[in-house]
Antibody, heavy 125, light 108 residues
Framework: EVQLLESGGGLVQPGGSLRLSCAAS????????MSWVRQAPGKGLEWVSS????????HYADSVQGRFTISRDNSKNTLYLQMDSLRAEDTAVYYC??????????????????WGQGTLVTVSS | SSELTQDPAVSVALGQTVRITCQGD??????ASWYQQKPGQAPELVIY???NRPSGIPDRFSGSSSGNTASLTITGAQAEDEADYYC???????????FGTGTKVTVL
């Protein structure tokens, strides 16, 4: 079964930086888009960013645009999230997630099918 | 609008049927997916597309949609179905994902 293992979370001061990693295994990593989704304590899920399988296309939520950078190394089966200018409101569990595409009536759609266990990022002085 | 709205909480008697709804303009163009999340765990996909269940998901879970509303139905709810449920879809532009506000399901 698909395995996604996040690392790199921890305590960081406001304005600081952190880089999250997600080691993927048991699927052909380069063939799938990947995403980061976060969940603040006691709150709902919030999509953060997605990257295409090749790494050539990236998308960001307005809340992190210009501060976070998603990237991937297909030779290492690893997804990254570089987080700069961190704010208290960025405090959350960050999940690495695998996208997959499916067809309905000859039209292709995509969704998230597998999630890692998450890594906690706490932004506080 | 890129928002997906869900009722905050619903309850269902053991063995009965419960339907959870998700409303948003983007659902007129994109199917919803549904995720189950139990305390301290990562979300798990239970329904995607028109009405598809990943391997291992019980057939008491089903999905449907009409207009700007998607629904997840649990027919014959079990104690282990008590969890938070989130819908998810693309936003109207198609490049971003958006999640629903979440529904807490309590099995009585």
């Amino acid at each position: 079964e698909v395995q996604l293992l996040e690392s790199g979370g921890g305590l960081v001061q406001p304005g600081g930086s952190l880089r999250l990693s997600c080691a993927a295994s048991r699927f052909t990593f380069r063939s799938y888009a990947m995403s980061w989704v976060r969940q603040a304590p006691g709150k709902g899920l919030e999509w953060v960013s997605s990257i295409s399988g090749s790494g050539g296309y990236t998308h960001y939520a307005d809340s992190v645009q210009g501060r976070f950078t998603i990237s991937r190394d297909n030779s290492k089966n690893t997804l990254y999230l570089q987080m700069d200018s961190l704010r208290a409101e960025d405090t959350a569990v960050y999940y690495c997630a695998k996208d997959f595409s499916y067809s309905e009536s000859s039209t292709y759609y995509s969704t998230i099918d597998y999630w890692g266990q998450g890594t906690l990022v706490t932004v506080s002085s | 609008s890129s928002e997906l709205t869900q009722d905050p909480a619903v309850s269902v008697a053991l063995g009965q049927t419960v339907r959870i709804t998700c409303q948003g303009d983007s659902l007129r163009s994109y199917y919803a997916s549904w995720y189950q999340q139990k305390p301290g765990q990562a979300p798990e996909l239970v329904i995607y597309g028109k009405n598809n269940r990943p391997s291992g998901i019980p057939d008491r879970f089903s999905g449907s949609s009409s207009g700007n509303t998607a629904s997840l139905t649990i027919t014959g709810a079990q104690a282990e179905d008590e969890a938070d449920y989130y819908c998810n879809s693309r936003d109207s532009g198609g490049n971003h994902y958006v999640f629903g506000t979440g529904t807490k399901v309590t099995v009585l």
